[in-house]
């Protein structure tokens, strides 16, 4: 539910990036979403694609979103074991007192980028061509 | 193009400006304290009550961040302390630049403590750092002693508990014990705090609290 929230943040942090590195271009993101972080794939996208226009260095991006599995630890019995498949009980043993140990994060993993040196790169290519 | 590799969290400018704006707080002796909890919970008839309390021997402001509407910082110009109204624009929670806004906006020179009361959401505001020098959350008898099992998350990021309307306690099947020991079990450091903001029972500790973590 708070998908747009993160897409701003999101949006931030990358413009940050991009004014610290000479950044003139993002092409492809990748983002890790935990499997059990709230966040609906499908609508961040929505989000994503939304909000993107009204950065000048995001607005050709791509959101790719691959997903971390959730893992939970027993305290109880000291095994860990599958969120999404158990919840809160531990299939081994019953007990509840268990802790999520991966499976809540929102990791930016890389960025397609294209900076000021590369487009200059490119610049003096062409120009060797033409002559 | 080329890669870049981050591996950073999303909300990593979020949790440099929150950085950022604690230390400006420090430095100007405020303490700013976030109030976060789900709508009707009684944040504004606790911080009413608590305002009244303190005013007379404190400089107290109160920053209200609602989705729409200015009924709450009226409330509290009302009682004569400082207070403005920031908009989220349907925003789910107040974020640490939302904050800085509205901080700049009233003016916070000479203010011993500031109020932030987030919009009322379990969710959303336990995950963004507004720069605050204490996250306190509330809950109430009504809601039900099993809510840190829903939402586990807010209960492990705050560092302190109130809750409230204890006045209601016959009429509800709400364990105290039951509800503290499962928020310890999430956050074994935790303050809490029972009251009652109507007949006034347990405020007193409550309030010695804040006193205790001004920035002074």
């Known amino acids: 539910m708070h998908e747009m929230g993160i897409v701003t943040h999101l949006a931030k942090t990358l413009d940050e990036l991009a004014a610290e590195q000479k950044i003139v271009k993002i092409g492809k993101v990748t983002l890790q979403v935990g499997e059990v972080s709230g966040i609906m794939t499908d609508y961040f996208v929505d989000c994503w694609d939304y909000f993107k226009v009204r950065h000048t260095v995001l607005k050709d991006s791509t959101l790719e979103l691959e997903t971390l599995p959730a893992v939970t630890f027993c305290d109880n019995c000291k095994k860990n074991y599958e969120t999404v498949k158990y919840g809160r009980t531990c299939p081994y043993c019953g007990s509840g007192e268990t802790w999520l140990i991966t499976g809540n994060e929102c990791i930016i993993k890389q960025i397609e980028a294209e900076t000021e040196d590369d487009r200059n790169g490119e610049k003096n290519v062409r120009t060797d061509e033409m002559r | ?216």
């Open chain 2, 1 to 216: 193009m080329k890669i870049i590799e981050l591996k950073e969290s999303v909300t990593v400018s979020n949790d440099r400006d929150a950085d950022k704006l604690r230390q400006k707080m420090l430095k100007n002796g405020v303490c700013l304290v976030n109030i976060m909890s789900s709508p009707g919970a009684g944040k504004t008839t606790l911080l009413s009550k608590t305002v009244s309390d303190l005013k007379n021997d404190l400089t107290v402001a109160v920053i209200e961040a609602d989705i729409a509407s200015d009924v709450d910082a009226v409330k509290f110009e009302d009682l004569g302390v400082k207070s403005i109204q920031a908009h989220t624009d349907g925003m789910c929670h107040m974020d640490a630049g939302m904050t800085e806004r509205a901080l700049d906006e009233m003016g916070y020179s000479n203010t011993d403590l500031i109020f932030l009361e987030n919009v009322g959401n379990l969710i959303c505001p336990a995950e963004f750092d507004t720069g605050a020098n204490l996250n306190v959350m509330i809950t109430s008898v009504p809601e039900g002693d099993d809510k840190p099992l829903k939402y586990p998350l807010m209960f492990s990021t705050s560092d302190a508990l109130v809750i409230t309307k204890i006045d209601t306690l016959p009429y509800f099947t709400f364990d105290t014990e039951k509800c503290i020991e499962r928020v310890r079990k999430l956050n074994p450091n935790i303050k809490i705090f029972p009251v009652s903001a109507k007949t006034g029972e347990g405020m007193n500790k409550w309030e010695e609290y804040l006193r205790q973590n001004l920035n002074k």
